[in-house]
Structure formats: C-alpha cells, structure tokens
C-alpha cells in the first residue's frame, strides 16, 4: 500500500507542479534548483526555498513599513528591496511574483504610491499562495520521500 | 520567221528596258542625294530613349518672330530655303528625265505604229489592186467567214501556225497581218496607258516622299530629339527672355511650374528669395552691355531651397543689331560649391593650423632664448652685481683667494658657450708657464673675463672668439700698457709703482685710499695663505680677450673705457648694453694693480688686453685648501686636468645648445654625487660617463643615495630626460650587477618589490619604468599560481538565495568558490588574494559592484590602493590592509549578474570596467559559458 502510496503521490506531485507552471506561478528554473539536489545536498531545494521565504518575508515587510507606515516614502529604498527580492524569486523560479515585483519597482521609480500600494497587496497575496502551494508540494514530496524509503520485507526479500 | 522575231523582240523589249530606266526605289536613292538617313533608322536609333518632351514651352508665334528678326534665324531659313530649292530643282530634273523617257518611248511606238499602218495600207493598195477581182469572183464568201472566225478565236498564234506557206500573200494572209498589227498596236496604246499611269503615280509618290516641308521637319525633328536626348538628363535650364526680362522660351524648368506660370513672366515674378534679383540684374546688364557673362548666383527661394547655378546669360541681336533678348543657361553646381567651400574651410583650417604652429615655434624658440637669456643673466648679474656696488661707492674690498687660471679661463668659456646664440667658436690657450695655481681676487678676475668675452661675443658674428693667457714680465707688462694706451696721469703712477715694487702688497702706498682695504682684507681672508707668505712670489700674467667681429673704430677707443659711451649710437640700438661694462672692467683691473687695454682694427676685430699681477707660492698646494673656491670651481676641478692648456668649444646648433647645457650640468651633478673620481684625460670630455658608472664595481654604499638622487637629475635637466633616463637605467644595470655580485640571485623579485617601494615616491617616468617590471613579476608569479592549482573565483553577492544557487552550480560545474557579500569586501578580497574570475552582483548595499568594479581597476591601472581606500574611509568602513598590496595584478575578468534593473545597463558595465555581464537569473547554461570563455 505504502509503496503504491509512492507513485499517487508522485502523481500528485506533478498534477500540483504542472498547475502551478499553467498559472504562471512557477518557471523553469524551479525545476533547475532540483536539478541542484544531488546526495551531497539532498535537501538543496527545501533549503533553498525556506531560506528564500524567511528572507522574502522580511523583505515584505520592510517594504508595508517603508510604503505604510513611514511618512517619508522612501522609493530608493524599496526598490533596492525589490531588487532583491526580484534577484531571488527569479533564482528559485516563482515567476509570478517576479513579475509583480518589477511592477511594483516601475511603481516605485515613478513615486506612484497608490500603484506601489496596489503592487504590495498583489504580492502579499502571490506570495501566501506561493507559499501555500509550495508548502502543499514539499509535504507531498516529503511523503512521497517516506512512501519510498518505506519497504516491505517481502518486497526487499523479493528483490 | 522574220514577223515571229520582230513580235518576240518588241515583247522583250517592253519587259526589259522599262525596269533598267526606271529603278524601283526611286524615293529611296533621292532620299541618298540628300544624305539622309531613312527617317525609319532614326527612328529605331532612338528607339531606347524616351524623350520626355514636355519640359519645352515654346512660344511659337515668338519662335517664328525670332527666326524672322533675328540674324541667325534668318540665317537658318535661308539655308533651309537653298536646301528645299536644290532638292526641288532635282526632283524636278528627275521628273523632267522621266518624261523626257517617256515621250520618247511614245515617239518609238507612234513611229512603229505609223510604219505598220504604213506597211498595211500598202498592202491593201496592193491587196486591192492584184487580189480583188480575183476575190470577189472565186472566194468572196470563204473571206468573210473566215477572217470573222479567226478574230473570234482571238488566239493570233493558232491562226498563225495555220497560215502556210501556200497561203503567203494571199488576201487572207495580208488581213490576218492587218490584224495582228492592230492587236499589237492596241497592246503598245495599253502599255503606253499604263506606263502613263505609273510615271503619274511615281510623280505621286515623288511628291509624297520627298516634300522638302517634310524632311526638314525630319531633319528638325532629329536635331530636337538629340538635343532632347542630351538635355533631358542635364541639370540644365536653358531659356529665352525677350527685352523686358519675360520668358519667351524655357527648357528643362522647374517641375511644379506650369507653362502659364514661366512663359510671358520675368525672375521676380516667378520667384522670392534672395539671388532672384541678383539674377535679374545680371541679365539686365548683359541685355544693356551687349556681352555675354557669365555668374554663379546662390538663389535662397521658397521653391527649391538654396541652390546655387551657374548662369550663362547671352544677348540675342535682331538683324539690325540691336537687342531683342538673351539667352540663358543655367548649371546647378550647389554640390560643386559646397564640396569647393568645404575644401576652402578645409584650406583655411590648414592654413590656421600652419599659422599656429609658426606661432608655437616662435614661441618655442622664445621660450628657450628667454631661458637661455635668464641663465646668462643669473651669471651675469652675479659678476656685475657686486662691483658696481662697490665700485661705485669706492670701497670695495678685494680678497684674496687661491685658483687654477685654466679652470676660471675654461669655465668662463662653458659659461659663454652655454649661452652661445651663434655658431663661434670659443677658445682658450693657456702658456705652460701659467702657474696651476695662483693667489687673487678671483670672482673680480673672473667678472673681467666673463664681461670681456661677453662683449667680444656680441660684437662678433662669425669666427671665433677666444682667450689667452701667459705670463710676462713686470717690466714687458708696462712696457705692453704704455704702448697700447694713452695712460692718465693716476695710471702711470700706478705703473712707476708697479715697476719698481713688484710686491702688490706695497702698492697702497701709492693708492692710498682705493688699495689699502685690499691689503687689510687679503689679511684677514687670507688665512690659509699666511703659512706660505714667506714663500710667495709675484707673477705678471696676460690675459687677451680676442674676437674676430667688427671691431672699434680708431676715433672711438679712447672713449671705450668711459661710462655709459658705446662706440656709437647705431651700436647702441643694435647691440644694446649700457656701456657701463667696460668702464668698470678697467676700474676693476685697475683697481688690482693691473691695466686694460684695447687694440682692434675694423672689421677685423678686438682684443682687449689686461695685464695683472698675482702672488703664487712655491710650495705645492694640497687640493683641501681649495675650499674657498666656489662650488662651481670645485665641480670643474674635480674633472680636469691642472695643466690643460687648450680650451675649444666648437659652434652647435641652436637647438642642440639647450641640451647640451643641460648635459653638462647632468654630468657634473652625476660625477658630484657618486664621487666620481677624476679620469686623466686632457680634454674635458662633455659625452656622457655612463661608462664610468658602470664600471664602478664596488659602490654598494653609494646605491641608497644614488637612487635619492636620480630624480634630482631628471629634474635638473628636463631637457636632457633622454639621457637621465639612461642614467637611471644604468643605475639598475649597476644595482643588478652588484646584487648578483653578491650571490642574492634569488632576491630579484625582492629587489623589484623593493625598487618599486622607493620608485612610488618619485618621479612618474622612474616609476613608469619600473612598474613595467614588476608586472612582469607579478604576471611571472600568477602563472605559477595557475599551473599549480584551480582557478579561483569570487562571487559577490547579497542575497543568500543567489549564492546558494550559484554555489550549487558551482560545485556541480567542478569550482568552488568565494563568496562575498558587497562591493567593498570584494575590494578587499581582490587586495588579498589573485583571483582569475569575478562575479559580481551589481546591485548590493555598502558599496556597489559598479564602484567595487572601478576601484579594482583603478588598483589595476596605478598599482595603487589609494582610491579604494579613499572609498572605504569615506563608506567608514575598515582600512584596506597595509601588508598586503603586493605587486600590481593582471586585468582580473570581472562579469556583472544583472537583474535587469534600469540602473544596472549593460553600458554602465562596461563603462565602470566590467568585461561581460549575465542576466539573472544565473543558469547553469549561462555560468558555463561565461567560466568557458574566462578560465579557459
């Protein structure tokens, strides 16, 4: 059962995978970073991704106090944050965000307050649904890991 | 048989000579009389080109009046007149032949026609006559049905066979030829009708084709189509304007124009814009003067711009001679102009640009004469200074000093040669009897000689200037003097004292005043001197100043000597000077117990003569007494030979006198500094010692000192950095010679390092030199690093997602590598360590990779950290460490990471030294090509 539980997971793995790609949530270099995970660092990409959503949510919340809760918007500033956060969400492939990251930085290279208000909503919520659905892949992945690693046995015997 | 031959040759004849006398192609050999071509190969010669005939407006009622008025159309229209008659006249000629062939072949065949009417009616007379009775009794009936029956069968030649022999002169036979004649003379009336009709229709075609109206229309025709043929593609206006300046004709006008726009309106009124009216009235003055001309007008107008033609505008005569019109052609040559005034500018620019540097040059030389005039003067005012002074108030002091007379003779010489503006030659000969050294005011004696030379120098423009020294006798001295001049009266006691007591000591018993300080200072200066007093004599030495220039005129000698007097006051404005020299000069000479006189010959030259007396002591001096010398006395005394006798110095050229100077003063400078110890050559040699230098083994505890001192030298011969520059190269020599000397084989790079410590503090052309080495060292030293080991690379970057995913790519690329996390730490990690490859991440906080990229080329370029410190003090951030600037890198590849952002250009990469960059974000693709084309 475990064992079968493997391959459905996997499937579900890659039906989570392929939507996110379809939204345009994900690119290509997502599936570099594994691609990075070899037995030297077999958790290269969790690690990657952990990493990248401590530092992206600090990030963020620079960039709420700097638009919200300073009165001296300092532009400068959030774009360099921007920059960033554009320079590691491209890395790690969440191309969405990425996206609205450059947004918000032309937002910020014209003053548009309103826009950059706009734009960090948009990428509050990108980013809880990134990390909703990357949460949803890794537990999947982490089961799947455990579905495999689980043998019966039988079946090692058998072997 | 004979009627047979006779019908066969009139049938012959009728088919050949009518073809023979009348060609078939009449129109087309009339057409070669003419020399005309047929207009149908005309037509296919120009058959490829279109011609486009609508640029013509003509005038056609102006046209006609033109060829009726005017000289040259009446001309035209006469010629054409002679042309259109003779061709009438020939066609006529030809007409006339043809029916004069005609009428004669009608004559031929009314001749034939009589004779065979003739030869009928005689038969029938003899028909009548012989056969009738005959006929009417026997055949009456066979005639009539007979001969009826052979003219319905029409065909003569049956009947003919038919007719016998038998029959022969028979009724029958006589009416069959009765009839056969008839039938050929209705033949010949047929052909005669027809030829008649043919001569009317070639009469016809004569006048179709060869209609003289026509075929000068084609020959204009031709003429208008090659002119069109030739025009249509020129940039050409060609025009016809009538007496108030109207076109009556133009040709090849202006697109957008209409016929009703140009023809019957004058410039002004087709045009607005600058050059119309220019054009207007040129062509006014021609119409007025009558003569062609010729202008280029710049028309500025609204409808084609600027442009600038060519106008050729002509007067038209009507045949009374008077002015109906011009003729104009106009060229566009704007591009001809422009390119014809961009060659001028380009020629005036040229121009300026000679000009400048005439002006540079004369600056130049300027410069270097106002130079070489300072340094004259700096001796100069040195020497006149202090004794008009002194001179002047009358209480000067004279000292006594110990010198070398060649050494004063033949630096005073150098000190002239070196401010030489002419090509002279300078000499010096010194008597073997001249003491090498003797006791006397020496910067006084000096001041004479360098006066005296210096005038001799002014005055003379070729030849030689030179001076002389030997001893004579006290008593030869006086005799010299009282020859030479006219003494005053103070002289001659001077002289009567000299004579008698050769001691100078003694003299200021007869100079009261004026000597007696002498003795006191010679006293109390003469310190080292009081030991030999006992021993020292006096000597009587000569000394001339001669010249080879224009010499004193006899009237003026005895003026020379004065105060403010020149020889005259042209000499004045040319020479300048203030004629104060020589006065004090004497006063001076004088004033030492000596005299000076004058001998000079126009023309021919001078030499001034002065005669003075000097102790000279007996015991041989040691050089250490010499102290009191000046400095630059003991310079030359430390490089020449105590009894040189011959001093030359040959005439250079201007430009090379600078240098020279400046040699000379290198070498002394040199030869002071190392200690060069005197070489015994007998002529002081002015070519550079480099040798001696070398050859200088052992001169380890020099080295430190010489190498402060090289950029004394280079400094104080700019002129000569050539060969200063030689020097320092010598110094290396030197110093690598003796570091090997010593076995430190190994220290070479060490000695770099080290030089390149001492160098950085002096002059930028040392330090050029030198940098050159230590890259070498460096490069050397990186390459053994890079054999050895893999390369190393260094990522700056801030975000730690960007480098853990580059590290990862990395490692699995086979390198490992530093990492940093701005600009200002990568500034220190390229101090600290060689690295082959640097990626760097362009936007990061504290320092940029942009600024980081600058400040490492920056260290590249000078091999200096300066800047990057500046940077990091400014950024208060930690000093770069001291220890560790070692020698200059290579140009390390740096590629920029680029996200893209508008402040991160590639062209602001580039500008800030960045080799390539790579956009974020990094994959493994992109890395590799970069690490491909960088490590490889």
Same mark, same amino acid.
């Given at each position: 059962m475990l064992g079968l539980g493997s391959d459905l997971l996997w499937a579900d793995m890659n039906r989570l995978l392929r939507l996110l790609f379809h939204e345009g949530v994900l690119d290509e270099h997502f599936l570099q970073l594994h691609h990075l995970q070899d037995e030297s660092s077999p958790n290269f990409v969790s690690e990657v991704i952990n990493m990248y959503f401590h530092e992206s949510e600090k990030l963020l919340n620079n960039l709420r106090s700097l638009l919200i809760h300073t009165h001296t918007h300092d532009y400068n500033k959030m774009g360099i944050h921007l920059n960033q956060l554009i320079g590691s969400s491209s890395s790690i492939g969440a191309k969405r965000l990425t996206t609205l990251c450059l947004a918000f930085r032309a937002a910020t290279h014209h003053s548009n307050r309103p826009g950059c208000l706009r734009a960090l909503e948009m990428l509050e919520h990108e980013y809880c649904y990134l990390k909703n659905k990357l949460h949803e892949l890794f537990h999947i992945e982490q089961q799947r890991a455990l579905a495999a690693a689980a043998r019966y046995p039988l079946h090692n015997n058998n072997q | 048989m004979v009627c047979e031959k006779e019908s066969e040759c009139i049938e012959d004849m009728e088919v050949e000579i009518l073809p023979s006398m009348w060609p078939e192609d009449i129109g087309s050999e009339v057409g070669k009389q003419f020399n005309i071509e047929k207009p149908g190969r005309d037509q296919d010669m120009l058959e490829d080109v279109t011609i486009i005939e609508e640029p013509t407006i003509a005038d056609f009622k102006r046209l006609m009046e033109l060829t009726n008025f005017t000289e040259k159309g009446s001309s035209q229209l006469a010629y054409l007149m002679k042309h259109w008659e003779y061709k009438q006249a020939n066609a006529s000629r030809l007409l006339r032949e043809e029916l004069d062939s005609l009428s004669k072949q009608r004559q031929d065949v009314e001749l034939r026609k009589m004779e065979i009417l003739e030869e009928h009616r005689f038969e029938e007379e003899r028909y009548g006559g012989d056969k009738r009775p005959v006929s009417i009794l026997e055949d009456v009936y066979d005639i009539w049905q007979d001969v009826p029956r052979r003219k319905n069968k029409v065909v003569v030649q049956n009947k003919r066979i038919e007719i016998d022999a038998a029959e022969y002169d028979t009724v029958k036979y006589w009416k069959q030829r009765a009839l056969h004649s008839e039938k050929l003379l209705e033949a010949s009336i047929q052909r005669e009708q027809i030829l008649q009709e043919k001569l009317q229709e070639r009469i016809k075609n004569i006048e179709r084709q060869s209609s003289p109206v026509e075929e000068l229309s084609q020959i204009l025709k031709r003429a208008d189509n090659f002119l069109h043929f030739i025009l249509q593609n020129a940039p050409v206006v060609i025009g016809h304007q009538d007496k108030e300046l109207r076109y009556r004709f133009i040709y090849n006008h202006f697109p957008s124009l209409q016929e009703e726009d140009i023809i019957g309106k004058t410039d002004i009124e087709i045009f607005t814009g600058s050059g119309v009216k220019e054009s207007q009235e040129f062509k006014r003055e021609v119409l007025e003067k009558g003569l062609p001309a010729k202008r280029e007008i710049t028309f500025e107008t609204e409808l084609f711009g600027s442009k600038t033609f060519l106008i050729y505008v002509e007067p038209v005569f009507s045949k009374a001679g008077e002015t109906i019109g011009i003729n104009y052609m106009g060229m566009d040559v704007t591009d001809q102009v422009r390119k014809r005034e961009r060659m001028a500018k380009i020629r005036e620019e040229i121009a300026v640009q000679k000009a400048k540097e005439t002006e540079l040059n004369k600056t130049i030389h300027i410069t270097e004469e106002t130079m070489r005039a300072k340094q004259m003067l700096a001796t100069m005012s040195h020497e006149i200074r202090s004794p008009l002074s002194g001179v002047e108030s009358g209480v000067m002091k004279l000292e006594a000093t110990k010198f070398r007379p060649r050494e004063v003779l033949k630096h005073v010489l150098q000190t002239a040669a070196a401010s030489l503006q002419k090509i002279l030659t300078l000499e010096g000969h010194v008597s073997d009897d001249v003491p090498i050294e003797v006791v006397g005011d020496v910067l006084r004696i000096r001041q004479i000689l360098t006066n005296l030379i210096s005038n001799a120098i002014k005055f003379t423009h070729e030849g030689k200037v030179g001076i002389n020294l030997y001893v004579v006798s006290g008593t030869q001295a006086n005799e010299d003097r009282c020859l030479s001049t006219p003494q005053s009266s103070s002289d001659r006691n001077l002289l009567d004292a000299q004579r008698h007591d050769h001691p100078p000591s003694q003299n200021h018993a007869f100079h009261g005043e004026c000597i007696s300080p002498v003795k006191s200072e010679c006293s109390a200066n003469g310190d080292t001197e009081e030991h030999h007093h006992s021993t020292e004599t006096t000597v009587w030495i000569r000394c001339d100043v001669y010249d080879t220039g224009i010499g004193i005129p006899e009237t003026a000698i005895p003026t020379l000597f004065k105060r403010y007097m020149q020889v005259g006051a042209d000499h004045t404005r040319k020479y300048g000077g203030t004629g104060l020299g020589l006065a004090i000069c004497k006063q001076l000479v004088e004033l030492m117990g000596g005299d000076l006189t004058v001998s000079s010959k126009e023309h021919h030259g001078s030499t001034f003569t002065f005669i003075l007396p000097y102790k000279v002591s007996i015991i041989e001096e040691n050089s250490d007494d010499t102290d009191e010398l000046s400095d630059m006395e003991n310079d030359e005394g430390t490089c020449d030979d105590t009894t040189e006798s011959f001093f030359q110095f040959q005439p250079r050229t201007l430009g090379s006198l600078f240098s020279s100077n400046g040699s000379s003063r290198t070498q002394k400078l040199l030869t002071h500094k190392i200690g060069y110890t005197s070489s015994n050559t007998s002529e002081c040699s002015f070519s550079f010692p480099s040798h001696d230098i070398i050859s200088k083994g052992t001169c380890s505890v020099q080295d430190s000192s010489l190498v402060v001192d090289t950029p004394e030298i280079s400094e104080s011969s700019a002129s000569s950095s050539g060969q200063s520059r030689e020097t320092n190269i010598e110094n290396v020599v030197s110093r690598d010679k003796y570091c090997q000397d010593k076995g430190i084989a190994d220290s070479s790079k060490h000695m770099v390092a080290a030089l390149e410590m001492d160098i950085a503090t002096k002059s930028s052309e040392l330090q050029q030199k030198f940098k050159v080495q230590g890259n070498v060292t460096s490069i050397f030293a990186s390459e053994l690093t890079k054999s050895t080991s893999k390369p190393k690379i260094l990522l700056v970057e801030d975000s730690k997602i960007n480098i853990m995913v580059t590290q990862s790519m990395m490692k699995q690329l086979g390198h490992s590598i530093d990492v940093v996390n701005n600009g200002a730490e990568a500034v220190r990690a390229v101090q600290q360590c060689s690295y082959d490859l640097v990626l760097m991440d362009?936007? *990061?906080?504290? *320092? /940029?990779g942009l600024q980081a990229t600058k400040l490492i080329r920056s260290f590249e370029e000078s091999g200096k950290w300066d800047a990057a410190r500046k940077a990091l003090m400014e950024l208060n951030l930690a000093d770069l460490d001291y220890e560790c600037s070692g020698p200059s890198k290579k140009r390390i590849p740096i590629v920029a990471m680029t996200a /893209?952002?508008?402040?991160?250009?590639a062209e602001e990469c580039f500008a800030n030294g960045m080799d390539s960059f790579v956009s974020k974000p990094v994959t493994f693709q992109k890395l590799k090509e970069c690490l491909e084309q960088y490590l490889s």
């Open positions: - | 362009v936007c *990061m906080p504290i *320092m /940029n /893209n952002a508008l402040s991160e250009s």
